[in-house]
């Protein structure tokens, strides 16, 4: 079920699941991506926590101005003022790429007093994508701002050929074709959304200027990090960056996976986020 709230007076998409009597947990996903992602994740943690997954400005189904700012920091501010809107004074944060890194921005940033956990799910750090995904995905991106239709037309092909999506998503996961091709179907459909070839160029950008190295040491909330050791999208350095900078953070790194490991492995990515999540 999708819900909408006003954020500086766009509609942002939002999945609520859990009581509001449970610690709070807020959930933001990556570049081209959408809230779904945090699904099988929400239906374990929900008995336990108060979860809100929304979908960015300019992503999802939120609002997708053209004049939208979508920078690293805009979007964590409007995090936080999702957490505002439903009354969290603190609470737990997971994201994922660039989510991670808008989370992270937010609890050594923004809002270090708020954040009572932080979670990075192969999240962005130091601004760097792997040279694939900058030098291929980031031009074709280029192009389609110029030619939105080449969404729409990458979405019909990958529709009747498997071979085409398994070539171009092959940096979200280490074994593309082990994994259900339905699985993943709204994925494709978000990431080809023809309505985010404007946001996705300056979002984009954002991710690649904000360097959260020299911010790490800010954070004050115990943090986990979590990375499939064979992400082709985020370069598995920027979990060493995190952990050299804050030695307190716990790293979790998973054998045979790549940038998606609530897909790809499920259980090795649960079961270590259950236990941070309820020490």
Known sequence: MTDYLQIDHQNIAYTQAGSPTNPPVLFLHGIMSHRGVWTRTIETLQQDFHCIAIDHLGFGNSDKPLDGDYSIAKQAERALKVADHFGFDKFIVIGHSMGGQIATYLASNLAPERVSKLVSVDGVVTGELSRWVQNFTRKTVNAAHHIPALYSTSLA??????????????????????????????????????????????AWDSLNATDLTPSLKNITAPTLVIFGEQDGTVPVAQA???KKQMPAAQLVLIENCGHFPMYEEFDKYIKPLEKFLKQ
Not at 171 to 181: A, D, K, Q, S
Not at 186 to 191: G, H, I, Q, S, V
């Open 157 to 202: 092909i990958t529709k009747i050929s498997k071979a085409y999506a398994w070539f171009v998503f092959s940096p979200w996961f280490f074994n593309i074709r082990r994994l259900p091709y339905d699985l993943w179907e709204l994925d494709r459909k978000m990431a080809f959304n023809i309505e985010i070839a404007h946001s996705t160029p300056k």
């Open 240 to 242: 060493h960056v995190f």
